[in-house]
C-alpha cells in the first residue's frame, strides 16, 4: 500500500482513504405492526433501537425456565460443591509475576505486565491477600 505512494498527490490521497469516514448506505423501509412501511429516518431509528433494547427481555421470557422439574429434573437433585477456603501460595504468585511477558498489552484490570515485574517481590503480599 504504501509502496504505491510516489508523488505528494498519492499520499494525500492515501491519507484521505484512510482517514475519510465511509459512507453509509441508507436502510430500506421497515414494517410497522399493522403492516405499513416506515420510510422516515428518526421513526426507523426509534424502531430499531425499541427492538434492540427489548431483545434480551423477548429471548429471556422466550426461554424455558431452567429450574422446572420437566425441563432439567436433574438440577434439583444435585447440589453445588461449595468452596469455603483456600489458600494460595506466595511461591506460585512470585513464579508468575517472573514470568510475565512485560511487552503484553493490559489486562481487564489495567495494570500493566510491565508495572507488575517492575514491582517484583513487593507486589505479591497485596496478590495473594
Not at 504468585?93 to 512485560?102: A, D, G, N, T, Y
Request: glycine fraction near 4%; include cysteine.
Amino acid at each position: 500500500m504504501y509502496s504505491e505512494v510516489k508523488k505528494t498527490s498519492a499520499y494525500w490521497n492515501l491519507l484521505n482513504k484512510a482517514t475519510k469516514p465511509i459512507m453509509l448506505k441508507n436502510i430500506g423501509p421497515l414494517k410497522r405492526e399493522d403492516g405499513s412501511l416506515i420510510l422516515d429516518d428518526k421513526e426507523k431509528a426509534c424502531k430499531m433501537n425499541t427492538f434492540f433494547a427489548t431483545i434480551g427481555n423477548n429471548l429471556i421470557n422466550s426461554l424455558p425456565n431452567a429450574m422446572d422439574d420437566e425441563f432439567c429434573p436433574e438440577i434439583q437433585q444435585c447440589q453445588a460443591p461449595q468452596l469455603y477456603e483456600f489458600k494460595i501460595a506466595h511461591d506460585s504468585v512470585r513464579e508468575k509475576v517472573k514470568q510475565l511477558k512485560f511487552k503484553k498489552s493490559t489486562r481487564p484490570d489495567n495494570i500493566a505486565p510491565k508495572l507488575l515485574k517492575a514491582a517484583g517481590n513487593a507486589i505479591v503480599p497485596s496478590l495473594v491477600n
